[in-house]
């Protein structure tokens, strides 16, 4: 009698827990977006590859020294501009110095709140440290919006992460 009292409780806490969502299995995925084509001029995409309404572009660039580090040589030095009428969600892209045959030879992620210019545009400059700046011959940005990298994945949040993640950033030698 005792037995058939506990396991008919146990099915109730059970059914409790699984009615108010603490189910034993947590149904969470992770998966990651396609990256999509590097350009001069891109129109930055989302993780479902809609566009977000905002472009990104790199206006120019040119070889020479970080002002605060002058003795390591030259370095990337991009000016970039972010275009928009939804700014207010700051995207972010990664900007990537590459070689003729587009072999990556240094990115790192460009945030559209850099630098603030008229309304509806972000412009900024950065610095890409790259082993052979000589060999740069333009800088590429990848249209993948970057600024929802911080999204909880299922290892660091069972319950509360997963979902599709934006695609990680070129290795250096990878050809866009």
């Known amino acids: 009698m005792v037995v058939a009292r506990m396991v008919a409780g146990a099915g109730s806490a059970l059914a409790m827990l699984s009615l108010s969502g ?9 998966t990651t977006a396609e990256r999509g084509e590097a350009g001069v001029r891109v129109d930055i995409v989302d ?7 905002v472009t990104a ?20 030095h991009f000016d970039f501009r972010f275009e ?16 003729e045959e587009r072999v990556v030879l240094g990115c790192q992620t460009v ?9 509806g545009t972000y412009t900024g400059d950065e610095y890409l440290t790259v082993d052979r700046p000589e060999q740069v011959t333009e800088v590429l940005l990848i249209p993948n919006d970057q600024s929802t990298h911080d999204r909880r994945t299922c290892e660091d949040d069972i319950k509360d992460g ?7 950033g070129p290795d250096r030698g990878e050809k866009l």
């Not at 572009?57 to 990337?76: A, F, L, S, Y």
């Not at 928009?84 to 070689?99: E, K, M, N, R, Y």
Request: with cysteine; aromatic share 6%.
């Open 22 to 30: 603490c189910g034993l299995l947590w149904s969470c995925t992770d």
């Open 47 to 53: 993780t479902e590859e809609r566009p977000v309404g």
């Open 57 to 76: 572009e790199v206006t120019g660039w040119r070889r020479e020294p970080h002002p605060q580090v002058p003795q390591e040589g030259n370095q990337i």
């Open 84 to 99: 928009g009428d939804t700014l207010g969600s700051d995207p972010a892209v990664d900007a990537c110095a590459v070689d």
């Open 111 to 119: 945030y559209s709140m850099t630098d603030f210019g008229r309304p």
């Open 162 to 168: 997963g979902g599709v993640h934006p695609p990680d």
